[in-house]
């Protein structure tokens, strides 16, 4: 009888490398921690994109602003808000149309920035930081089966593969990837099928 025992692990146990599509050549690539060139204290990290096949490299994410305010039309003196779309700078001031009157008038203004969305497959599951899609991920009666690295994999696979899956009394069993793992990966009638893509995974 397969017996797993939970460790206790979480998702972030695997964030040591994250296997993705390269954006560049479509190759499999790798997100890791590197630690950042001017740290002096050895705890600042950042996650590093590389691609070994055409050596494309990304440090740090892309960040994308959106300028966005509640103003008094000078014109016809109605309230009106409004939102930009993604910039590549941080806006002091932004330029926009009163909806009432089509007054246009510049405005000193808020802003909030968000992450460039990667424009490789949308719908497919995505890591956080670059937004790249995993390279070991497969469709599976409408849900996305994925896995970040060789680690992950092992660790699915004989959480999957056991007859006797126990819980840790140790920490918050509740927090654990383990636990939050979608049903259609604990049913037991998807057993044999995620088996065979794991071990199609490991080859």
Not at 174 to 199: C, H, W, Y
Request: glycine share 2%; net charge positive; aromatic share 16%.
């Amino acid at each position: 009888m397969e017996r797993f025992q939970d460790e206790n692990k979480w998702l972030a146990s695997f964030y040591n490398e994250i296997w993705v599509r390269c954006p560049k050549c479509d190759s499999k690539a790798a997100i890791k921690e590197e630690l950042k060139e001017d740290c002096k204290c050895g705890r600042c990290h950042n996650m590093v994109f590389e691609c070994k096949n055409c050596f494309y490299k990304i440090i740090e994410p892309v960040y994308l602003y959106i300028a966005y305010g509640k103003e008094y039309c000078n014109n016809c003196f109605e309230k009106f808000e409004y939102q930009s779309q993604p910039l590549k700078e941080k806006p002091l001031t932004y330029k926009t149309k009163c909806p009432h009157c089509d007054f246009q008038e510049e405005w000193k203004t808020k802003s909030y920035r968000i992450k460039e969305e990667s424009k490789l497959d949308n719908g497919l599951v995505k890591e956080m930081w670059y937004d790249l899609p995993l390279w070991f991920q497969k469709e599976v009666s409408g849900d996305i089966f994925w896995a970040y690295n060789q680690d992950h994999i092992n660790y699915l696979e004989r959480y999957i593969a056991a007859d006797l899956r126990e819980r840790n009394a140790k920490g918050s069993y509740s927090s654990t990837l383990v636990a939050r793992l979608p049903q259609f990966v604990k049913a037991a009638k998807n057993r044999e099928k995620l088996l065979k893509i794991l071990k199609k995974w490991k080859e």
